[in-house]
């Protein structure tokens, strides 16, 4: 604290945002991988069908083709009816000739109404209700590879959607990592090797508290000359207790920033 103080470097709200991105980017990779086996979990055929079909639609019609067809064949069994009237009206005309005016004119009639119906009924076709049938047996097959293509087809853009989130906030941890070595490297500290670390303190590209006694000396002795530059009276207490290495030490920096122990 006491160096960032001096250096009026303040890495807090970038240590900060880098643990939050790093916590949610755990968070998405954990989602990511739940994901990836979701995916790998559905078997969808090559083939698989991208909507469901309607099995109330389909059976609706069936009926209505059954009903049609019923009607078509109702038609047929009239129109033969009708073919046999003519043949048998046509073969009583001479034993009737006394109703031959009346059954010409109902014959007449009859043989146009025969020249529509026949047209009419040699235009119908028979709809293909063996086909739908075969399509209604395989419709459950049908509706759950199509179910599994669309449930693949979201959890995979769901999958991807993850992967850009995550590798969004890597890119903002590498520029929260940039900014912070920046700012570092702009720094003015009152020693040369001294920086900063992962929360530590750092001395000669090691943790300052694993430097040697006389390291840690010379350190402590340069930033509390850079904190009283104008005093240059420095206090060491027990100042008696230190071996002659450490004395000097002191008395090599006291003379050179020229500065009273």
Do not use: C, W
Not at 167 to 191: C, Q, S, V, W, Y
């Amino acid at each position: 604290e006491t160096l960032r103080d001096l250096t009026g470097v303040d890495l807090s709200d970038l240590e900060k945002d880098r643990t939050d991105i790093a916590e949610r980017g755990r968070v998405v990779k954990q989602d990511i991988k739940r994901l990836e086996a979701q995916i790998g979990g559905i078997q969808v055929p090559d083939d698989a069908p991208e909507n469901e079909i309607s099995a109330t639609d389909l059976l609706s019609g069936i009926q209505a083709a059954m009903e049609r067809n019923r009607q078509i064949d109702a038609r047929r069994q009239a129109l033969g009816v009708e073919k046999a009237t003519v043949q048998k009206l046509s073969e009583e005309i001479g034993e009737l000739q006394r109703k031959l005016t009346l059954m010409e004119q109902d014959l007449e009639k009859r043989t146009h109404d025969l020249g529509k119906n026949e047209e009419i009924t040699a235009g119908l076709v028979n709809e293909d209700v063996q086909s739908m049938q075969d399509k209604l047996h395989g419709i459950e097959e049908h509706n759950k590879n199509a179910r599994a293509r669309n449930q693949k087809e979201k959890l995979t853009s769901d999958h991807d959607m993850k992967k850009q989130e995550l590798a969004g906030m890597e890119a903002a941890i590498t520029a929260i990592d940039a900014e912070k070595t920046a700012r570092i490297t702009n720094a003015k500290f009152p020693l040369s090797g001294l920086s900063f670390g992962d929360g530590v303190v750092m001395y000669g590209g090691m943790p300052l508290d694993q430097s040697s006694s006389a390291e840690q000396l010379r350190v402590s002795l340069a930033m509390a000359m850079a904190l009283n530059p104008k005093l240059r009276v420095i206090r060491i207490t027990d100042g008696s207790l230190l071996d002659s290495e450490s004395m000097n030490i002191i008395e090599q920096m006291a003379n050179s920033e020229d500065v009273q122990v």
